[in-house]
């Protein structure tokens, strides 16, 4: 390769320096271990019965949803005694036992406690933020459909979720009244998608659509199903997760009925891959249905490289393809768990090259007010030349490209005609 500074690039080369061999910066990655965690049942819950234990109907009748419960288990400190305090009429708190029991009881900066105790914080207000960060409301042309993208529509088919994450850009909707799409909304939806035939892939989510029964969950996937131009079903879940138990065998074979079905799974922190959620995710994996997780940057939660590394890497074990990470949205009381944007580029910029592609998510800001998701990533072209750019990789070092010479070629046309036709290709 030609040293860079024979080209009509910008880019200042030092010396007689080969492009290849020039190093920017040089990108190294924090070598800190994650500790893997294990369910340890407090007290509270030692005498329940494993058979229990493992029914997720149990585990919905048995959140903690008041401070005096939550007391039992936790040692919580007074910024978490005055959130719980305030989150009445807020975001309801609500915790599943089997979540509760990956949250460490005396550290409060544990991630899984983060996640799901809320802190006063809650309370303060941010000039930036807003009740509906996304714009959902303003494009929703039927209750529960939002419709922001030309071929695709989201429909919030509950308002429920087993666990309450405090950082929910829905919390103006979920936890509310705990229920689901009425009959008659449903029935609006249906005739408002039969009436936009360009839309063909319909994302299910809420709250949790997997917190439905699986009769009234199987009746809104049929229906849809039914309607010719929806090519794809979505559903969207954080149940893997906070609520794995909920993964069954009479769960996966009614969904098997719809494919195609893609499922994304909202993970935060590699200490919630544990046994019991490798056993639902395999389950999920082996009903065919294509796993995606989507990870929303916590501060204090999963900022940094080694612990995206971790979560990526153990993501892709268990067979879900890390598929984006979202910047925290703009949703009122969250200032507390949002990084910078500069944050989210490092961290992808220690994860491409440094581990398997497929573990690569997309960064992405979700634009306020209802832009859409737009990806950022870390500027691998420095400078763009006449004829070749310049390029680094993830190792900072620098390379030259060539560029394709376009020239134009006369292509006769059929015998009998005079005229030619000129084209562009590339040589
Ligand atoms: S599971 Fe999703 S919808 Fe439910 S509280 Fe968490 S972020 Fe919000």
Redesign the pocket.
């Known amino acids: 390769m030609e040293p860079a500074s024979d080209s009509n690039l910008s880019f200042p080369l030092r010396g007689t320096e080969k492009v290849s061999q020039l190093v920017l910066f040089p990108i190294s990655v924090e070598q800190k271990k994650v500790e893997e965690i294990k369910e340890v049942r407090p007290p509270l819950w030692k005498e329940v019965l494993e058979r229990e234990w493992n029914d997720w109907r149990w585990q919905l009748r048995h959140r903690i949803t008041s401070l005096e419960q939550m007391k039992e288990i936790i040692e919580l400190t007074p910024e978490e005694i005055e959130g719980i305090k305030h989150s009445k009429g807020r ?1 309801a708190l609500a915790v599943t036992p089997y979540f509760a029991s990956l949250m460490d009881p005396i550290n409060p900066n544990c991630p899984i406690r983060r996640q799901a105790i809320p802190r006063i914080e809650e309370i303060h207000l941010s000039k930036n933020e807003m009740v509906d960060p996304l714009g959902e409301d303003k494009h929703s042309p039927v209750p529960g459909l939002v419709h922001r993208y030309p071929d695709r529509v989201l429909l919030l088919i509950t308002d429920q ?5 405090r ?5 103006r909707l ?2 509310s009244h705990e229920r689901s799409i009425t009959q008659g909304n449903f029935e609006e939806v249906l005739k408002y998608l039969k009436n936009h035939r360009k839309v063909r892939d319909v994302l299910l ?4 659509p997997l917190l439905l029964e699986n009769e009234r969950l199987e009746e809104i996937l049929g229906r849809l199903r039914a309607l010719p131009h929806i090519e794809l079903l979505r559903i ?3 149940v893997p997760v ?1 609520l794995p138990q909920r993964i069954t065998g009479g769960l996966v074979r009614m969904l098997k009925k719809y494919h195609p079905l893609m499922i994304s799974i ?1 993970f935060t922190h590699p200490k919630e891959i544990t046994e019991t959620v490798r056993r639902a995710c395999s389950e999920l994996a082996d009903g065919g249905f294509p796993l995606g997780s989507q990870t ?1 940057l916590l501060k204090g939660i999963n900022d940094k490289p080694y612990i995206m590394k971790k979560l990526v890497q153990e993501l892709l074990k268990i067979r879900v393809r890390p598929y984006y990470i979202y910047q925290c949205d703009l949703a009122t009381g969250t200032e507390h768990f949002r990084t910078s944007v500069a944050t989210g580029i490092q961290i992808i910029e220690k994860l491409r090259g440094h581990t398997t592609g497929y573990a690569v998510p997309t960064y992405v800001v979700d634009a306020p007010g209802g832009g859409g998701k737009i990806p950022l990533q870390p500027d691998y072209l420095v400078t763009r030349g006449k004829g070749k750019i310049v390029l680094r990789n993830y190792e900072g070092k620098v390379f030259e490209y060539p560029e394709p010479n376009i020239i134009e070629f006369k292509k006769a046309r059929p015998v009998g005609e005079e005229k030619v036709a000129t084209k562009k290709v590339m040589a």
């Open positions: 975001l979720c087993a666990v309450y994450c950082y929910c850009t829905r919390r979920v936890g989510s809420g709250g949790d969207g879940t954080r906070t909202h929303v």
